[in-house]
Structures are given as C-alpha cells and as structure tokens.
C-alpha cells in the first residue's frame, strides 16, 4: 500500500431513500476515523451531472486518490463515477462502490442491526478502496493473417468474407481441391441456385483473389500462442511448417455415414441414403412414376437437417417425376425458415406421410421393397400391420463431425459437445464462438446445418475477429490477471485450469525466479474469470480489481462476535 | 518432482497441542507444485489451525510464511527473525525441508506438516504417480525408459511376471504393468529383441541399502565450505 | 440444536457477478427483505472463490456461501464446477476438525432470479441457525 493513500468518501442519499433507513452522520463519524480517509462528503443525488463534476472538483482540491462511493452499485452508476474519476485525472480502477441501497437499505426495515450493517458495509468498501490498484491500457501488437480450417462452402465464404475486411487469409483443405460436400448434392433447401454453379462461383472468387492463399492436401498439426499470435503447424505431405496467423476459423463440417444394417437391410441398388439420392438426382436419373418410400427415424432426430432433406428431396420426387412417395416418420422437426411451409406443400403435392413409433420392418426382396409397419393413429381404429410395396428405400444417414474432429479439437484445446461436434461456447456468446478467443466456428463442424446460413454465419466470425484485431496493434485494458514471478513455480496448475486457453508459460530475463520463466495470461484471450487466480497454489496470480488482498481486507473489516 | 501430501489435522494437533504460538512455513520448491504447502496451503492451514484451537477454547497465535526452498539454509536464514518469536515450526516442506529446517534451528521444534510420498509425475490437476525410488543406478537404458524399480510393483528385473493380466498389476487393477508397458513401447521402437538378454542382479548398494547416500564432487566444491 | 432462541448467525455470501450479485440487485429492486446479518462479496466469476476466502470468512462469521450461475451455464464454462469442488474441499476441512460441513454451501440461481435470492439466503441463515455458532471463530 502506498503511503499517500487518500481516501475521499462520497455518501449518497439517493433522495433520501438511503437516509430512510440508515443516519449518515453515524456512518460518517466512523468513516471518518478510518486511517487514510481524508474527505468525506454527502449528497442528494450523486449520480447527477452537476455532482460529478463537483466531485471531480473536491478530488483534485483534496488530492484524493482513492474513491468510495456509498450509495448503490449498479452498472450504470459504477460508469457514471469511473468516467467522474477519469475526468478528475484519476485512474478509473480506483473506486470502490458500497450498495448500501441494495443490501440494506431496499431490503430491511430500519432497526439498529440495519446501522450495524451500513457502518460495515462502508468499513468493508473503505478497506477495499485503500488497496485498489490502477489497471493501465496497453498496445498488442497483433497478426492480421486468418487460418481457415476447411475448404467446404463455409470455409470459402469465410475466407471471402474475411478478406473483404482486409486481413490475409490461408485457407487450408484437406482434400487436393476446394468444394467439400456441397459438389455431391443435387439441391440446396433455401437457395435457388444449382450447388455445382454456386460452388464454381465461389472457387473462382477464392482462387482469384489475391488475399487469399489456397493451401490443399494441408491440415492443421500443431498450434501454439493465442489470439492475434498463434503459431499454427500446417501439415503437408509429411512435412510441418509453421504460419504466423491471429485468428483460425474452423470449418470442417459434417459427414454422413450410411448405416443400412440400423435398418435390417444391406446395401443394394435401391436401398439408399439421401446423399445418394442426391448424386442420383443431380447425374439425372429417371425415377419417374417410381413408388420411392423414405425412413425419418431411429437416432436420426438430433439435427433438423434430416427431416429437412427428406421433406426436399420427397416433394421433388413428387414434383418431378410424379413419383408415389411414402414417408415414414416418428417426428417432424420443420421448424425454420420456410421448412414448414414445404411441409405442407409436401402433403399438399400427395407425399403419404406415416407415423411410426417403434414396430417397423422393412426387406428387400428381389428388387422389390416391402414395408410392414403399425401406424399409433390408425391403429386405434384398425388395428394390426399395414403393408407397403415400394420400388426404393430411402434412409437417412448417420450425420458425424468429418473425419480428424477429436484430433483437431486436441490441437485447438478446444471441447466437443454435443454428438462429438465441436463445443460453441456458452449460450450469452455468438454461436460462432468457441471457448477459446480467436478459434472460431463456421457452417456444420458445430452442428450440421444449411446452406443459407453459412452467410451469416460467415460474417459474423469475420466481424468478430475484425473487432478484436482492428489494427497491426490493439489496445486493449490490461484487466487480465497478472503474475508475481518471484512466486511463481510455472506449476502448470494455472495453464492446466484456463478455460479459455488463455495462458502460456513465457520465458525471459525479466522473469525474477529460479527458473526465469513465469506463467502469463493473454490479455486478448483471457475473460477474466479469476479461475487461475483462485488455483494458484503459490498466490502469485492475482485478478485485478479481485486481488486476494482486496477480497481479504473486505473480511477483516467485519467485526466478529462470538 | 517430489509428492507429498498434507499430514491428517488431529496428528498436526497433537504436535502443536504444546505450544501458543507457531509458524506456519511453507516452501515454493515441489510441494507448491504438488499442491501440498505452497503459499496457498499455507495460509489455508493456518487458518485452519486457528479455528480448530478457537474452537477448543486454546487460542493458536499462528504465523505463516513461505520461502523460496527449504531444503537450502540460505533460505531458511532469511526467517530468523521470524522464528525468534515462536515456540514451533510447522514446516509444510518435503522431509528434506523438514529436517533442513530443524538443523537450521537446533533450538526449535520443528514438526511435519506433510507426508513425503513419492518422487513422481503430475498427471492432471490433483492426480500424481510415481516414477522414480532414487535407486541410485538408472537402468532406464535397457528398459525403454520405463522404471521397473519404481513402477514395477514388485520392483522385478525380468518381467512380466505371472500377475500380468492384460496390460495391469495384480497389486492393483489400476496400476498399469511397468513390464507390459516396457515391452509395448521397445516393440514400438523394433527394439523388443533385447529383452532377450537377462538383466543380471540389481547391486542394490547403489540404494538406501548402502546406508545414507552422500555425493562429493570435488570439483565443484569451494573452499570455505558450506 | 440452538439452545439460544435469540441466536442470529452471521453469513458471508460471495456472489458470482452474473448471477448471485445481480439477482440480489433484482431482489433489492423488488424489496424483498432477507436477514440483516447476510454480507455479500463480489467475485467476477463463482470459480474466482477460494478455500481462503471461506476459511477466513469462518474465522468471522456463523456461515458462508458461494453464489454461482446455473449449472452447465457459466459464463466461463468451468467456473460453478470448479467452486463447487472448493466448497466439498472446505466442507471437508470444517469436518477434520469437527465443525459443521454445512457451514459452507453452493447455491446456483440466475441473475433475474430475485425470490430465488431471498429464498436461499433466508434457507442457509436458518439452517446455520439451527446449528448454532460456529465454534471456530477465532477471536483477537
């Protein structure tokens, strides 16, 4: 603590409701005997313009370094009065706000435990403040080049996207070409465009532009640093080279897995998935006049994109090629842009749709697909089996993360969720956003979804990089937690506990310990949880604003009774 | 790394249930590490202390602190001051802090706070195994790097033995085989063939066998001494 | 247990500022009352608490609680469990040295969850208050 702490104390009425309940001189008269209070000044209203001038005005003339407002602690407020202490020339970490509306006076009725409770409460925010330090801003220098993990639609939309905001973008595929899945499908629900024509467009605009370097047959080996440093491992053919990048979006999608055996059938000519039916469709075949029957069901039902497609592809076989189209369901997930409207143009166009619940047989007998199944709703009123003769089956697959996610998802120390797709952070964040900063998600590799919104996605991953890496050097406030070396033993426990992956162990000279190496926190990546401040088994992490020593000096400043 | 692991509370009372006033010491080496008596434990014993002896109506006047290492007296030299005023010293170090610290103060009591365990390998936060018993003649060479000493439950030489049941110790079911895991990794390596050859007789005089070890390196040592 | 009727424990809550912190600014906005002898603490996240924190906030007082976000909804994903493993922790090092585990305690709610505040709060007050005082505050 420095020695020239001086502590200025503004109370607030509120408009009397605080003085409703608690006696401001009683609280002032013990305030005032606290060691470094120097100023101690009552208001009506605080919060209003004048005030805060007037208190800019007492803290130069009394030289106050320290402010502790007693009155609410509302965000608003706690805005209110840090803007006041920065126009005073202060720094604005170094208030201390009591909420002695909040937490007495709203919530007891006046009684003399209620002037106890007010005089520690203020004892309790005069401690703090004497032990509040500043939080300075500081310039990072941050890599403007984006990794894009995929070539897919997604990935390419992304790095398109990406590149309009003026950053470089490396775009990594897997696969010797661009394109991913999108090149196998016939139609795409919600855009009026053939996916061969779109693809082409699209790789044309990624090849051509001049931000955009196109590495194929590559894939991500390794990554080290955190947002706006990451050093990323690019594998090709065996070899690993390291890229400089600031920012890595994932977008790997989605594979499917066809799993007639699920069904009681083996793979035949007309026992197929609906990827199938789309390389089909899209090579011409001719199913006109067909009876195609189509299977919605059995661990299917995670995804709205199973049902989707079914619903598609089943009015368009109706459409087209006046096909009798059977479809059998155990649910109906429409709900969506549209989707339910092809729903009821699929019922309106005579696509049969069938309710199943569990008993359900399907075989393929000489060429010839026989159903037997008990409709729940029919069954009240004719019981027993009904039977259906068809010339195709059509089942859904299996959707799964493509190939390489739970390794990928390593090399990102990133999480998986949900039927091992990659983890979006939580529901208050963009569903773009991975635990991580600087790791985004785009298109299916979080959850198979659809064409139309790999767009919105897309922009919103680049708006949001662009808004952390605005410039070759950020600035950003150093509220992260910061780390005493001369205690620091680089345990690991610290990076081990993050989860947003935000430490990493630095070495240097300027390092005071044993091992000239300490942990630090990434003051782009860090959120400022406290988490690794609370682990530390050597107290040398502390979270400004959050010190122990803050924290602690709240609790000494209770009086104990027995 | 050295394991250790904080002493249970009712032994830690006994040693202090003589004394009003002790010092809490922790140590910043491996039992910071080890989560067992770094500056965190440190304080949270000492708080622990206190309530425990509040609450048998003999207050406990504690003090704490935690230095850099125990195990060198420099260090501990640091603290006169601080121990002058105690009756005791609670040192939270491995035994080698422990008794580093009695001989640094002859004329204070110095008591263990924590169990020395092992010399081991930190897994996952609050997860330790053992990996190395000090034996004084590394044989890691011949055994792809896998301790058949420390990690073999029976310390053999030329395992698997018969308690080998698919890939794990008939001691304990969660312990790997050190002797499955031996041959799976020099398999790995095309190197399985040598274990063809026999390892003779462990000369166990390299280990505690020979009495307390001592090493002297001549030409490093100063003059003066200590 | 309580032998004194009039007994009226003292409790530290320290509350998560997206949830347990807000949820008692809701309670405050709706006027709910709660016990005068509940004091808050504000931490940025529940994963901020310490065994520290709760242990010297024993040596004060009857009680004391963490308030955390909802289960599987922190806002740093590890927070309420890694608090909920410092509260077993202190539970147990209340039990060595025989005072009640109950004395410390976890209770997740929402920030718009201003009855749940008061419930809780009143809840954990009465339970301490049945137990009594703590045995272990450590006067100086």
């Known amino acids: 603590m420095e020695n020239n702490t001086r502590i200025g104390v503004f109370f607030c009425n509120c408009n009397g409701k605080i003085t409703e309940k608690v006696d401001y001189e009683e609280i002032t008269s013990e305030i005032k005997k606290l060691p470094q209070v120097e100023y101690v000044r009552d208001s009506q209203n605080l919060c209003a313009h004048l005030e805060g001038e007037l208190i800019c005005k007492e803290i130069s003339k009394n030289q106050l370094n320290r402010i502790v407002v007693i009155g609410c602690a509302g965000s608003r407020e706690e805005g209110f009065f840090r803007e006041v202490l920065v126009k005073a020339g202060l720094n604005p970490h170094l208030l201390s706000m009591v909420n002695l509306l909040g937490e007495c006076c709203a919530v007891h009725e006046k009684n003399p435990q209620v002037k106890v409770k007010s005089i520690e409460l203020a004892r309790m925010g005069v401690a703090r403040a004497a032990l509040l330090e500043e939080v300075k801003h500081g310039d990072v220098p941050v890599n403007r080049t984006v990794l894009v993990i995929g070539g897919g639609l997604a990935g390419m939309e992304t790095a398109l996207e990406n590149a309009a905001r003026g950053f470089k973008v490396i775009l990594a595929e897997k696969e010797d070409k661009l394109g991913g899945r999108l090149a196998r499908v016939n139609s795409i629900i919600g ?32 990554l080290d640093g955190n947002i706006g440093g990451f050093t990323a491992w690019l594998v090709k053919d065996g070899t690993e080279t390291p890229v400089e990048v600031g920012a890595i979006v994932v977008a790997t999608g989605v594979q499917t897995i066809f799993c007639p055996v699920k069904y009681g059938l083996s793979i035949a000519d007309n026992v197929i998935g609906q990827m199938k039916l789309e390389r089909l469709l899209a090579d011409g075949k001719d ?85 037997n199944y008990e409709d729940p709703f029919l069954g009240n009123k004719v019981p027993g089996t009904y039977k259906i003769t068809s010339d195709y089956i059509v089942l859904p697959e299996e959707l799964v993360p493509s190939e390489g996610t739970e390794e990928l998802a390593g090399v990102l120390r990133l999480e998986l969720g949900p039927a091992s797709f990659l983890s979006i952070d939580n529901a208050h964040i963009l569903p773009e956003m991975t635990s991580r900063d600087g790791i985004y998600l785009a298109g299916s590799c979080q959850m198979p979804g659809f064409v139309n919104e790999i767009e919105i996605s897309a922009k919103a991953v680049a708006e949001e990089i662009f808004r952390k890496l605005y410039d070759e050097k950020v600035s950003v406030e150093m509220t992260q937690p910061y780390v005493d070396a001369t205690k620091c033993v680089v345990c690991l426990t610290c990076y081990r506990c993050c989860p947003h992956g935000a430490i990493t162990i630095e070495h240097g000279e300027q390092y005071e310990n044993l091992y000239k190496s300490a942990a630090v926190m990434n003051p782009l990546a860090c959120r400022k949880c406290g988490i690794c401040a609370a682990e530390c088994p050597g107290k040398a992490i502390q979270l400004p604003d959050y010190t122990d020593s803050q924290i602690l000096a709240q609790l000494e400043a209770m009086e104990v009774q027995p | ?114 169990n020395t365990k092992f010399l081991g390998v930190n897994l996952n936060v609050g997860e330790w195994a053992e990996r190395c018993q000090a034996c004084g003649q590394c044989v890691l060479d011949k055994t792809g790097g896998i301790c ?68 002297v390196r001549e030409d490093l040592e100063l003059e003066s001494g200590k | 247990m309580s032998t004194n009727q009039n007994f009226q424990p003292k409790i530290v809550v320290f509350a998560c500022e997206n949830s347990g912190w807000l949820a008692a600014e809701h309670a405050a906005e709706l006027c709910l009352s709660y016990p005068e002898k509940v004091e808050m603490i504000k931490l940025p996240c529940s994963g901020k608490i310490d065994v520290l924190f709760f242990m010297k906030a024993l040596e004060k007082a009857d009680g004391t609680a963490v308030l955390a976000c909802q289960k599987e909804n922190c806002k740093f994903l590890k927070g309420n469990v890694r608090a909920e493993q410092r509260v077993s922790q202190t539970g147990k090092i209340l039990k060595e ?19 749940k505040f008061t419930e809780i709060v009143q809840g954990f007050y009465d339970k301490i208050r049945e137990l009594g005082p703590n045995p272990g505050k450590v006067i100086k």
Request: charged share 25%; hydrophobic share 40%.
């Open chain 1, 287 to 371: 199913f006109n006049r067909k009876n195609i029957s189509m299977i919605i069901g059995k661990g299917t039902e995670a995804f709205n994109l199973p049902f989707v497609i079914a619903v598609k592809n089943a009015l368009l076989l109706r459409q087209k090629f006046n096909a009798t189209v059977n479809l059998f369901y155990t649910n109906i997930k429409v709900g969506g842009d549209n989707w339910e409207k092809m729903y009821t143009d699929a019922r309106a166009a005579g696509v049969n749709f069938f309710k199943f619940e569990d008993n359900i047989e399907i075989a393929a007998n000489n060429g010839e697909i026989i159903i």
């Open chain 2, 1 to 114: 790394m050295i394991i250790a692991e904080r002493k249970p509370i009712d032994e830690i009372l006994g040693f202090l249930s003589q004394h009003q006033k002790v010092l809490v010491l922790g140590c910043g080496g491996c039992v910071t590490v080890c989560l067992a008596g770094g500056e965190k434990e440190t304080g949270i014993l000492s708080s622990e202390l206190a309530m425990a002896r509040s609450k048998e109506g003999r207050p406990l006047e504690v003090a704490q602190k935690t230095i850099e290492r125990q195990c060198d007296f420099e260090y501990l030299e640091g603290i006169r001051h601080m121990v002058k005023d105690v009756d005791a010293i609670l040192s939270l170090a491995c035994g080698i802090g422990i008794q580093t610290c009695a001989e640094a103060f002859p004329d204070k009591f110095v008591w263990p706070g924590v």
């Open chain 1, 191 to 222: 855009v009026d465009r053939k996916p061969a024509e779109l693809l082409d467009e699209k790789v044309k605009a990624v090849t051509s532009n001049p931000a955009i370097e196109v590495r194929t047959n590559t894939r991500l080996g390794d």
């Open chain 2, 148 to 215: 058949p000493v420390a990690r073999c439950s029976k310390s053999i030489f030329n395992g698997p033995c018969g308690g080998s049941q698919n890939g794990k110790c008939e001691v304990d079911p969660d312990t790997d085989c050190a002797w499955a895991l031996i041959h799976d990794r020099l398999a790995r390596l095309g190197q399985v063939e040598s274990l063809r050859e026999i390892l003779p007789v462990k000369d166990w005089s390299y280990s505690r066998d020979g009495g307390p070890r001592k090493l």
């Open chain 3, 97 to 115: 040295i025989g005072i009640e585990e109950e004395r410390v305690g976890i209770f997740y709610l929402a920030a718009n969850m201003g009855h």
